[in-house]
């Protein structure tokens, strides 16, 4: 069996590095409005809103592209009252993270280490243009060193997808033996879906009730249906027995339309 894991938001606790990222882009802004005592970001009557961090059409996971755009768009809107420098500070504040604010999940190394003695083989696909820093991330948590392959690619469709379980060894994609796991119904599990594999969604870690305006990207692919949601990585081994079943081609195809809720 192969197991194709998404990265961010699926082995990686994206949400602590937006607080992180968070802190930055408050403590720039403070810098510049010392009176400030809560988040700031202008609401579209131009008024500051403690909100609009999350409600600008970004997800949380997406924190360092939404905060940069967050920053930029402030920083746009009074960019007669900031310096050279205080415009450059927002934008940093949005793109630099360090990969320690982005801890696995509770349970994710165990599960990995777990799903290897079961036999099954573990390869990560992960959609960034930043290689250096997805390596760097992979690193910090000794992530490269379970797997069998890494792919970073700055899109993600079935093409990628299907090259990383190539560059796994045993082939191309297997509908019978070979799973995706992924929080991007999207990116990970439409794109899974459609090489006819089986899909684990880890649906919202990081906002479970969905109160966050869900992220345009993903606006469209609700129909999406994966094999199974969990809320975790670190409940994969409970559907264990359902996994390991080897299914017929045309069973396949109705268990993905059919989902199962779990
Ligand atoms: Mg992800």
């Known amino acids: 069996m192969?197991?194709?894991?998404?990265?961010?938001?699926?082995?990686?606790n994206?949400?602590?590095?937006?607080?992180?990222?968070?802190?930055?882009?408050?403590?720039?802004?403070?810098?510049?409005?010392?009176?400030?005592?809560?988040?700031?970001?202008?609401?579209?009557?131009?008024?500051i809103d403690a909100e609009r961090l999350v409600h600008l059409g970004y997800t949380p996971e997406r924190f360092a592209g939404s905060l940069m755009l967050a920053g930029e768009e402030l920083a746009g809107s009074r960019r007669s009252e900031l310096t050279t420098d205080q415009r450059q500070g927002l934008v940093r504040a949005g793109q630099v993270v360090p990969s320690w604010s982005y801890p696995p999940f509770p349970g994710t190394i165990e599960v990995l280490h777990w799903l290897t003695a079961q036999g099954a083989q573990i390869g990560i696909c992960s959609k960034a243009t930043d290689v250096a820093f997805q390596r760097t991330k992979l690193h910090r948590w000794g992530l490269d060193q379970l797997v069998s392959f890494v792919n970073i690619v700055p899109h993600k469709g079935p093409k990628e997808i299907a090259a990383t379980l190539e560059s796994m060894g045993g082939g191309g994609p297997n509908p019978s033996t070979d799973w995706m796991?992924?929080?991007?119904?999207?990116?990970?599990?439409?794109?899974?879906?459609?090489?006819?594999?089986?899909?684990?969604?880890?649906?919202?870690?990081?906002?479970?009730?969905?109160?966050?305006?869900?992220?345009?990207?993903?606006?469209?692919?609700?129909?999406?249906?994966?094999t199974l949601w969990v809320s975790c990585v670190s409940h994969i081994p409970e559907y264990w027995d359902q996994i390991c079943q080897k299914v017929e081609v045309a069973e396949l195809k109705k268990d993905i339309r059919g989902g199962r809720r779990t």
């Open 2 to 12: 192969r197991i194709v894991f998404d990265l961010d938001a699926t082995l990686l």
């Open 14 to 47: 994206s949400h602590e590095a937006f607080l992180v990222a968070k802190e930055m882009l408050l403590s720039t802004l403070q810098s510049r409005w010392p009176d400030m005592k809560t988040p700031v970001i202008l609401d579209t009557l131009g008024r």
């Open 181 to 226: 796991v992924g929080d991007s119904l999207r990116d990970d599990i439409h794109s899974a879906a459609a090489l006819g594999i089986r899909t684990i969604h880890i649906q919202s870690p990081i906002n479970p009730s969905r109160q966050v305006k869900v992220w345009s990207y993903e606006s469209g692919f609700d129909h999406v249906v994966p």
